[in-house]
């Protein structure tokens, strides 16, 4: 199973869900970070965050240029991308438009489809919710929801997280 993709809300465990599998693997792992630490709380999430995984985990950090950064990890590993929902905000900071990010989002789905080892994406989902008042918001909003529809189409297994549960999603029919 190559591709896992492991979706829900805030704080729902998507992240523990990841870990635990990664653990289970056997093989050396990988964790793939997309986040930064613009500020004094977003440090300590991250702390948080790293002090969940065992010391021995290799780290990569990608805010930005993801689909480079995972090519560049070697064969037969567990690997775990956490999260869409960071990468997608930080692309938007850049500046970089809907129709680039959907292509990298593409490009890591490819990646992650054809990777020889356990590939385990981690995302947010924030469409269930009420359409945000700042346009800004709602562009975000949108574009996780076809960032993460776009690489769940590659995903072997899809998930929704939810109160450290999961719960399977059927692919979608064409």
Not at 16 to 27: F, K, L, T
Not at 122 to 127: I, K, L, M, P, S
């Amino acid at each position: 199973m190559p591709l896992t993709f492991l979706t829900g809300g805030a704080r729902s465990g998507k992240s523990s869900v990841a870990v635990r599998r990664a653990e289970r693997a056997g093989a050396p792992v990988v964790f793939v970070a997309t986040g930064q630490a613009g500020d004094a709380e977003m440090a300590e999430r991250i702390a948080l965050h790293q002090a969940e995984r065992p010391p021995h985990w290799s780290t990569v950090e990608a805010p930005l240029d993801l689909a480079d950064a995972v090519a560049g990890i070697g064969p037969g590993h567990a690997v775990i991308v956490d999260c869409l929902s960071l990468w997608v905000s930080n692309l938007m900071g850049r500046g970089d438009d809907q129709a680039s990010t959907l292509d990298q989002a593409h490009a890591l789905g490819r990646w992650a489809a054809a990777y020889p080892g356990q590939v385990l994406v981690v995302t947010n989902e924030v469409g269930s919710g009420i359409v945000p008042m700042h346009p800004v918001s709602r562009d975000y909003r949108d574009r996780l929801g076809r960032v993460n529809a776009t690489v769940a189409r590659y995903a072997d297994l899809a998930q929704l997280v939810v109160a450290g549960r999961t719960l399977t999603l059927d692919p979608l029919e064409d």
